[in-house]
């Protein structure tokens, strides 16, 4: 839905909502079983929140699209992910709270693996600790660029974010990183005209730390990609008049709550520990977007039988849910990630939505089979937030 | 569908279609027994003609929305409602054959009660009788008001319609309905610079009708909202290639229907007029819109069982409808209204679309439930009158 018609319907409620999304939800069944994850997986409170909710799939970004962590968390926050794209220097740069300004480009980067002609061996550099990474972005804070103020930030293991701050840049910077094994890192250049003169410092700055790590092994280079500037977007609380937190770990999803204006919590690793801070927090906001990460993490792992368990940890979490009686609960996925294919994936993804106000589905349990007796259909998934918005008596009716 | 588009598709054929509204047609589970009105209505004809059809659920503004009753009639006569807006004033006015002209400005009255305070303290005078306001109105139409006309017309009970006409006037003029009670009516303001003469106007006539309705208790206060001027917009005739009729007793339907180029019959109260008069008419149009009104109110009103028995009135027309072998029949709702919400609501509306030339369905009878499983899925309810057009053999192919 376009947001200027959210802005137009919404009105404030004393009702609260919670979106609490399993991060790569949807699978595939499993060659042996023709069971998929959640199929095998132990789901006694999900099952039984299947029969007393709305059921169907979402559709991240469009039929066939496989989407990223971004554009996947985007829709399910009611934007459209193909009108509000991001780019992922911005989304690391705000996740690990770097005060981004306006003007400033951001970058995503890795530590990576060269051999000795140059060619990259290892785009991760084995994944170095978090601890190796932030003596080695130390390094790289004492390269000089020109007139302009270079930042680096230690993210996790192998990340860290590259800033550049200064008049008159642009984010039109080619990546350096090819994202393949085997080839060499690429030149920094520009996409446009407009971006000459940033691409130049980049590649300069890039030479330095190419020099500066170059007896560093396993993290003997580095690589850059998603260049990108802070964007102005709408912020929830004005559009749909709610009060929004996000309670995420990662980085990634806390800079993509915080970018729609969501409250990032701070929040420890464990799911317990979300369920934690929600209760915690739980009178201070009416709009909660919890995150659960690791059936991503199985799936893209390839390993089925952990994501069945992550499954079942998320599971135990239900519970405590349902027991804060919010007036609307949805569970989601940002997209689908099948353990046999250890990648995201374009399947729509399985959504359930529990309110007073449903009309009775037929669906036994929460599986991607029993889900298409579902009355909610394959939908988009930007419409979701809407149809929770409806269910929490905060739209107005459109229209005498 | 882009009126354009149907502009361009449509064609002229021998052939006949009946959209039958059961105007708030969807609801939801009863409490105790877990099935909606529907599923506890009697209703023979209905379930007979849903396993006969193309079964499926319209959606008539978005996910989400709840429609008032201009944008549920206007998407099922295949008007975009997000595009096709139109204001009260409008729809009240020409519902009662006034003969709204292009530069007059229209507003939906309500006499009210207001306390010695001036706070309102029944925005509906207690619903006097028709004759009542009427007896008010002839008192209003004294009120002079500086270089232009004005109009009041009596509507039904405490409604009437005032109309200002005259030359450089302005819709853009706030509602002095709070829409609430226990607030004061609104002064008429300017909702933009082009509006502030016409609203000083507006402005004068309301402290004139304050000071001759001062005595008239319950009805001593006027309240005026959906300041509009006259739409142009494109007339079914003319994009659909059709003759369209309107059957519809209520004045907001008729004006609806009236919008859009249909000829809306003089017709009674009860559902046996309605089904006289399309009988009388058969010959003279292709398509109808019949209008069944009290499944809403009933809804509206909280009432369950009297939903329930409005649907077994309503089934009893649906063999009169059968046996004037229409090519294409079409019954639905131009929103839901749940008797146990006692209000519109944005789930959504049963459909079921009967021709020749339909896939055979399995749906066991007219139920949300049941319906589910039809092949039409869940879809625009503005898409409904092109697939009737479809099966009509009014569409030419598109393309070579």
Request: glycine content about 8%; proline content about 6%.
């Amino acid at each position: 839905m376009d947001l200027d018609l959210v802005r137009e319907l919404a009105q404030e409620a004393d009702t609260k909502i919670v979106l609490f999304v399993m991060d790569g939800l949807g699978g595939l069944p499993h060659p042996e079983t023709g069971r998929t994850e959640l199929e095998t997986a132990y789901t006694p409170h999900l099952d039984m929140l299947a029969r007393e909710s709305a059921c169907g799939f979402t559709v991240p970004v469009g039929t066939g699209i496989t989407p990223g962590s971004g554009p996947g968390h985007l829709a399910l926050f009611g934007y459209d992910p193909l009108v509000y794209n991001i780019g992922r220097g911005v989304l690391e740069a705000v996740g690990i709270d770097f005060d981004l300004q306006p003007s400033d480009v951001a970058a995503r980067g890795n530590f990576c693996t060269v051999d000795a002609s140059g060619r990259i061996i290892d785009r991760r550099a084995g994944r170095i600790s978090t601890e190796e990474s932030t003596r080695l972005v130390e390094g790289l804070r004492n390269i000089r660029v020109d007139g302009v103020q270079a930042f680096v930030e230690p993210v996790r293991e192998h990340r860290f974010v590259f800033v550049l701050r200064g008049d008159g840049l642009s984010d039109a910077v080619a990546d350096t990183d090819p994202q393949k094994e085997g080839a060499e890192p690429l030149p920094a250049g520009a996409i446009s005209p407009a971006g000459q003169a940033t691409a130049a410092l980049v590649a300069k700055w890039v030479e330095e730390a190419r020099r500066y790590l170059a007896d560093k092994a396993p993290a003997n280079m580095a690589l850059l990609r998603g260049f990108a500037r802070l964007p102005s977007w709408p912020a929830m609380p004005d559009v749909f008049k709610l009060r929004p937190a996000a309670v995420a770990h990662y980085p990634m999803y806390r800079g993509l709550a915080k970018l729609v204006g969501m409250e990032a919590l701070a929040v420890e690793p464990a799911l317990d520990d979300s369920i934690a801070t929600l209760q915690e927090n739980w009178g201070r906001f009416d709009f909660f977007f919890v995150h659960y990460k690791y059936t991503d993490t199985a799936g893209e792992d390839g390993d089925f039988d952990r994501k069945v368990a992550k499954f079942a940890e998320a599971d135990t979490a239900i519970k405590s849910l349902i027991e804060l009686e919010p007036d609307v609960l949805m569970i989601a996925g940002d997209h689908s990630t099948p353990a046999t294919m250890a990648a995201h994936s374009w399947h729509p993804v399985p959504f359930i939505l529990r309110s007073k106000n449903i009309r009775a589905d037929e669906c036994g349990m929460f599986s991607e089979t029993e889900l298409q007796r579902g009355s909610l259909g394959t939908f988009p998934a930007m419409e979701a937030l809407p149809l929770a918005m409806a269910h929490a008596g905060r739209f107005k009716k459109y229209g005498a």
